[in-house]
């Protein structure tokens, strides 16, 4: 647990919720003064390497660690002879299989970079050493390396993502204007700068960890029902991330191993997941292939979406990435069906990455949308702007707000789109072709309950304390804001402390609901603590503005005092020195007044059952985007540049502008990325992730990324959350991909439907 210091940046404006406020942790991380998990110092490590199958299905006859045995300083090679004695744990939802033993090195090899063994030795170098003389026997069967091996079939349809309205099928054969084509995206990976891992220290019953974690008390959950523990036998720290972007939500095997070793060896174990396993100790974004046809009038009317979607998954999970996620909200048609199916491959299970779902299908419609333009001789601006969904036609509810039309209009403004010419090929600047392209994006408004506690000392400092997490995108910073606001005392005297599971219950950073969720259980609690404190000062026999004839006090700029004047203006120090207080604690959550036993907070921190989807409600609630790119083609060499982003955004009321605009700008970053770079590659034989390390998976550099200007469009949405903000974390990302597919499409004539667009391509 680290408190935070706390200082002033900027003028007083910018600690309030809206300010400007730079990040707290932001100088403590590039310092180098942040203590990540892997980095605490724990008495008498023992050090843990992960030994991975290289092939891609089969069975694990036998592992022969004799030679790492002999090796000096190891200590224990863990195999799947092994009874680690661990079983499965709930869900997301908190649905828990009876009596299902987990095994986190199996016998039965699913895909090719499954944990397999584990060797512990006195230092890493030792262990990695004897990791790589561990010979493992196979039986090796045929596997399906990926979705385009002619293995893989159809796969599943998942009827539950079936949606329908109208009848499309008949409205896209009536109408006159049509396009029909597919759309693939390949599987992509978090690569956060900081990669997985963990240390796992046992104290007779009680285990401490110390791993990077978007929740720490799903987390602190997973290893509880793991190893058969009360779940406050358990403690998850995690106060830096170098990253997650949905990679660190859930316990993943390799923790399931350090723990079990570090239990036998009966001392705590490091395990630093290398970059390569990074790679396949859990899923990236799926592959995804989608159909999407439209139908249109000649002026430009929709009249049907027919989409069929479909995506890779492990051959034990079936994981949707839901390529329908954006299609039927972003545009107005009266006729529409899609399915999904997921297709089982030989791989470690899918995962979310920002924006997952949303952003394959924002690549699927938005590029299918363009095309349709072009097929009309129309701007794309205006067939978007012509087909505006006036509500939501899936739920047939209104949206909260949607401020999409503005985005579209004020991104356009401020990128100059009508200059535009609209033939292909029509604007250049020397031997670069130009071109430009819209993308729109969505992300759903996601409402979770969290916990609080503000604690005000003695010395008039504020404690701001939960259990969520900042991962980068500001939490400390926003808390200490909406504490600031909520109290009346200045930022500089709030410390905020996160980061652990013993702390009050949080949601989990994913999904874009932190910010909405836990800005409003601080701003409760901290109102809370307010009216406390005025409580106090006014009936408390020691408080020097009891008998003042105020009745009414405020607490702002640190001082408590009556409006009129009556009595003192007391500092924080000064009224609880009056009163001989400490310390005032106060705990306030969220979740509903029949829903405040113990389990049923245990059960809302640690599980997804009481989140609650965007039209769960009287609305259809959503952030929005439109992204407006510019890409430079080489006629020659057929090289991509991005020159130019201008992205508008709809998430409504912003907490921080500050870390919103760097939020959108790192989505838009990663939008980048997908668009020209990003490709895991399988090894067709062997099932093996060929670019597994950050050298041959490319993700951008400074010297990719173009001027970036974003633009808030938002209106504060009370419907949305507490404080009128919508999710802001991952919609940046969502539209970005078609954006730059389709000023590619501008600039070249050439129409690439399948990402990256890499210049093989083009030519
Ligand atoms: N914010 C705001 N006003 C709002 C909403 C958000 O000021 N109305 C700002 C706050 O600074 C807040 C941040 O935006 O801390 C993100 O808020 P939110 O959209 O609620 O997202 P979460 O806090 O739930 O964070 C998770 C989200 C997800 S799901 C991914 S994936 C992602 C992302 O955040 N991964 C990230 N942003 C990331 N940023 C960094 N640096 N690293 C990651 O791994
Ligand atoms: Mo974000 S992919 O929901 O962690």
Not at 105 to 121: C, D, F, K, W
Not at 296 to 304: F, K, S
Not at 310 to 333: C, F, H, M, R
Request: net charge negative.
């Amino acid at each position: 647990m680290t408190i935070m210091e706390t200082r002033k940046h900027g003028s007083a404006a910018d600690g309030l919720v809206g300010g400007r406020l730079s990040r707290f942790e932001g100088d403590l991380k590039v310092t180098g003064a942040a203590t990540y998990a892997l980095e605490y110092p724990v008495d008498g490590l023992a050090h843990a390497v992960l030994v991975q199958s290289t092939i891609a299905a089969g069975t694990v006859v036998a592992v022969d660690a004799s030679q790492a045995l002999a090796v000096p300083g190891v200590l224990m090679v863990l195999t799947p002879e092994d009874d680690l004695g661990l079983m499965t744990a709930s869900d997301w939802y908190g649905n828990r299989p009876e009596n299902q033993p987990f095994l986190p090195l199996p016998r039965e090899v699913t895909y090719n970079g499954q944990s397999i063994a584990a060797v512990v030795g006195e230092s890493r170098e030792q262990a990695i050493e004897a990791a790589k003389l561990v010979r493992v026997i196979y039986e090796e069967k045929p596997g399906i390396a990926d979705i385009d091996d002619a293995k893989a079939g159809k796969g599943k349809l998942m009827d539950n993502l079936s949606v329908a309205w109208g009848d499309a099928e008949a409205a896209f054969a009536a109408a006159p204007v049509r396009v029909e084509a597919e759309y693939r995206t390949p599987r992509e990976y978090h690569v956060a700068m900081e990669p997985h891992g963990l240390t796992a220290k046992w104290d007779g019953d009680q285990l401490t960890v110390w791993e990077p974690s978007q929740w720490t008390h799903g987390m602190q959950r997973n290893y509880a029902e793991w190893f058969g523990l009360p779940i406050e036998n358990v403690r998850m720290i995690s106060p830096f991330i170098g990253g997650g972007f949905g990679s660190k939500g859930v316990a993943l095997p390799y923790g399931a191993v350090a723990a079990a070793a570090a239990r036998k060896l009966g001392r705590p174990v490091k395990l630093a997941v290398t970059r390569p396993q990074n790679f396949t100790s859990y899923g990236g974004r799926a592959a995804t292939r989608q159909t999407i046809a439209l139908g249109a009038t000649e002026d430009g009317v929709l009249q049907a979406i027919i989409h069929r979607g479909a995506n890779e998954t492990s051959t034990y999970t079936d994981y949707p990435e839901q390529t329908g996620a954006a299609t039927p909200i972003l545009y107005k048609v009266e006729n529409f069906s899609s399915q999904s199916r997921v297709v089982p491959v030989n791989t470690v299970t899918p995962g979310a990455l920002r924006g997952p779902g949303k952003n394959p299908s924002a690549f699927g419609i938005e590029c299918a949308m363009e095309e349709l333009a072009y097929k009309l001789g129309m701007d794309p601006l205006e067939l978007r702007l012509k087909n505006y969904a006036d509500h939501d036609y899936q739920s047939g509810k209104p949206w909260s707000t949607r401020q999409l039309r503005e985005a579209l209009t004020q991104g356009a403004e401020a990128f100059g789109w009508s200059r535009r010419s609209h033939e292909p090929r029509s604007m250049r600047d020397g031997r670069q072709l130009v071109g430009w392209g819209i993308g729109c994006g969505t992300f759903p408004v996601l409402r979770a309950p969290s916990a609080a506690m503000i604690r005000i000392l003695a010395n008039g400092r504020v404690e701001v304390v939960s259990g969520a997490i900042d991962m980068g995108q500001g939490t400390y910073t926003i808390l200490a804001q909406t504490a600031s606001e909520a109290l009346g005392v200045p930022v500089d005297q709030i410390d905020v402390v996160l980061g652990d599971s013993r702390l009050p219950g949080s949601a989990i950073a994913g999904g874009s609901m932190l910010a909405g969720s836990i800005t409003g259980a601080v701003h409760k609690t901290a109102a809370a603590a307010r009216d406390e404190l005025i409580g106090l000062a006014l009936n408390d026999p020691n408080s020097p503005l009891r008998d003042t004839g105020a009745n009414t006090l405020t607490v702002s700029n640190g001082r408590i005092a009556s409006e009129l004047g009556q009595g003192p203006a007391l500092s924080l120090p000064e009224l609880m020195a009056a009163l001989g207080r400490t310390e005032i604690e106060v705990v306030r959550n969220t979740l509903p007044e029949d829903a405040q036993s113990l389990t049923d907070q245990n059960a809302a921190w640690s599980s997804m059952a009481r989140v609650q989807g965007p039209t769960m409600g009287d609305y259809s609630m959503h952030s929005w985007c439109a992204h407006f790119a510019e890409v430079r083609v080489d006629e020659d060499f057929g090289t991509v540049r991005v020159s130019r982003i201008v992205s508008a955004f709809d998430c409504g009321r912003l907490y921080n502008p500050k870390m919103v605009e760097s939020q959108w700008r790192g989505g838009i970053i990663m939008g980048i990325g997908q668009a020209l770079f990003e490709e895991g590659l399988v090894d067709g034989r062997n099932g093996r992730t060929i670019n597994n390390n950050v050298g041959d998976y490319l993700v951008p550099t400074n010297s990719d990324i173009p001027h970036i200007q974003v633009i808030s469009v938002g209106v504060p949405d009370h419907q949305a959350s507490a404080l009128g903000g919508k999710g802001v974390g991952e919609v940046g990302i969502v539209g970005v991909a078609p954006a730059i597919a389709n000023a590619v499409f501008h600039a070249t004539g050439k129409r690439v439907r399948d990402l990256p667009l890499t210049l093989d391509k083009l030519l």
